[in-house]
């Protein structure tokens, strides 16, 4: 039976055969628009993830932001090997920024490293990050550089229980930003109460009214009498 096909405002009489042919158009169309707007896509979908290997390389390379990126990426696979662990415990002592910045942009405030961005990897990695970064701790005298390994031991929270011996032993150190960084750390790690009001101890008399207050703000005013007058 002939059919009628509709465009714009008028109507003309086809046959079987036509219809076809429309149809057969109009899907070769529509396989031709997937292909222009998504096939691009399914190129990238299909190409192979790097290997750790690749993204080990790229960490030592040149382009600070990339390296950055890298070592992102190296933290959400969470790698026990110890040559990813090793390369970005070394990645704490790069400054080179994580972000581009213009050369003429004055930037009032610390922006992210490829050593913060470290940090955080590390963080993500866990207990078999914790050794290699004791061992760090202990080698190394920047400053800056200890409060991003201390920091990478805080954001494991209890898995860095392993590191609290040495962090102990920071609350003592000459630095205050490390007897600060040093409190926050044994605060996020140690869970039980009465185990970290007794580390916690050793800094309620602390020179530093910063490094008092946060060990007092986790242990009780009946523990803590002689140095509530102070931080008042």
Same mark, same amino acid.
């Given at each position: 039976?002939?059919?009628?096909?509709?465009?714009?405002?008028?109507?003309?009489?086809?046959?079987? +055969?036509?219809?076809?042919?429309?149809?057969?158009?109009?899907?070769?169309? /529509?396989?031709?628009?997937?292909?222009?707007?998504?096939?691009?896509?399914?190129?990238?979908?299909?190409? *192979?993830?790097?290997?750790?290997?690749?993204?080990?390389?790229?960490?030592?390379?040149?382009?600070?932001? +990339?390296?950055?990126?890298?070592?992102?990426?190296?933290?959400?696979?969470?790698?026990?090997?110890?040559?990813?662990?090793?390369?970005?415990?070394?990645? /704490?002592?790069?400054?080179?920024?994580?972000?581009?910045? *213009?050369?003429? /942009?004055?930037?009032?405030?610390?922006?992210?490293?490829?050593?913060?961005?470290?940090?955080?990897?590390?963080?993500e990695i866990g207990k078999p990050a914790v050794s290699r970064i004791c061992e760090f701790l202990e080698e190394n005298d920047d400053t800056d550089v200890r409060r991003r390994a201390i920091r990478s031991l805080s954001h494991m929270e209890g898995e860095a229980a392993d590191a609290l011996p040495l962090l102990q032993r920071l609350l003592g150190d000459a630095e205050m930003e490390i007897r600060l960084e040093a409190v926050a750390a044994v605060i996020s790690i140690q869970k039980d109460p009465r185990s970290l009001a007794s580390v916690l101890k050793a800094v309620l008399s602390d020179e530093s009214p910063d490094v008092r207050a946060a060990a007092i703000r986790e242990v009780s005013v009946e523990q803590a009498p002689a140095c509530l007058p102070k931080c008042c």
């Open positions: 039976m002939p059919g009628y096909a509709f465009g714009y405002n008028s109507a003309y009489k086809t046959d079987s +055969k036509s219809q076809q042919i429309c149809g057969n158009e109009i899907r070769s169309t /529509l396989i031709i628009l997937c292909v222009t707007f998504f096939g691009s896509g399914a190129v990238v979908a299909q190409d *192979p993830e790097p290997s750790l290997e690749d993204l080990i390389a790229v960490v030592d390379g040149k382009d600070s932001i +990339k390296s950055a990126a890298a070592i992102r990426e190296i933290g959400k696979r969470k790698p026990t090997s110890d040559l990813a662990i090793q390369t970005l415990v070394s990645s /704490l002592t790069d400054d080179r920024p994580a972000v581009f910045i *213009p050369d003429q /942009l004055h930037v009032p405030f610390p922006v992210p490293t490829v050593g913060s961005s470290a940090a955080d990897a590390l963080g």
